[in-house]
């Protein structure tokens, strides 16, 4: 085995540890929670080590690095989410590896995606990317709908052609009355969860919680985390 393989399964074994551990106190079990593995700035060779290792979900946020990624490991079983916010110019790429996109924010995306899934025959997941800091503009800082825009848009994915409404999607904010408060902002995540599960009962997907914060996501109830520095170890500085 590799060093970077053994680094890696090491890696991969304490957020396993960690997982079941959060799934134990929660009363959960450990299948209800997938680990997703942020692999942004990461070369292909690590997916590669990942795939072997039994990881089958893998995330990126920026496609001008995911797009060849993805392309030099298209052999492998693996299920690609894009993170990112993500810019109309960007769909027609990301729609041609990304089977969830987890940062869908506003109508004009969601109509790019439609039309860019059905010119390559392709379904593509959605979650709706709930911003818990929105303030009046109704958007957060990191990208997101504020609350009260869930709905619409909700039903916007569900009746565009070569869409899937997966569910909601949010990231710990750093401003405004949840911040610093992860379990509270997972809480309410949940919450928003239960609500639209009321119109759209297939949209089940809770995306939440990331290296830092995985077990409060977990306590929360969510059904996947997001996972990078703790499997990869600390990014290399972006030039």
Not at 76 to 81: M, R, T
Not at 127 to 146: F, K, P, Y
Not at 205 to 231: F, K, P
């Amino acid at each position: 085995m590799t060093d970077r393989k053994t680094e890696l399964a090491a890696n991969l074994a304490k957020v396993e540890e960690r997982i079941t551990a959060a799934c134990a106190a929660a009363g959960r079990e450990r299948t209800e929670v997938t680990l997703v593995v942020v692999t942004k700035t990461y070369p292909a060779s690590d997916v590669r080590i990942l795939s072997e290792l039994g990881v089958r979900h893998v995330a990126e946020n920026r496609d001008q690095d995911a797009a060849p990624k993805a392309a030099a490991c298209a052999d492998l079983p693996l299920k690609w989410h894009f993170v990112g916010q993500l810019q109309t110019n960007k769909v027609r790429s990301v729609v041609g590896y990304a089977d969830v996109v987890q940062s869908v924010d506003r109508s004009r995306l969601v109509t790019a995606l439609s039309k860019e899934a059905v010119r390559m025959g392709r379904e593509v997941g959605c979650l709706i990317q709930v911003a818990l800091d929105a303030g009046a503009s109704g958007r957060g800082e990191r990208g997101g709908v504020g609350p009260d825009g869930i709905e619409e848009l909700a039903d916007l994915v569900a009746d565009a052609p070569g869409l899937r409404l997966d569910g909601l999607m949010t990231v710990a904010p750093l401003t405004g009355e949840y911040a610093g408060r992860e379990q509270a902002a997972f809480g309410r995540l949940m919450d928003l969860s239960t609500d639209l599960r009321r119109t759209h009962p297939a949209a089940t997907m809770v995306s939440a919680g990331m290296s830092a914060d995985l077990e409060q996501a977990v306590a929360a109830g969510a059904t996947h985390v997001r996972v990078g520095t703790a499997v990869l170890g600390v990014r290399p500085r972006l030039g």
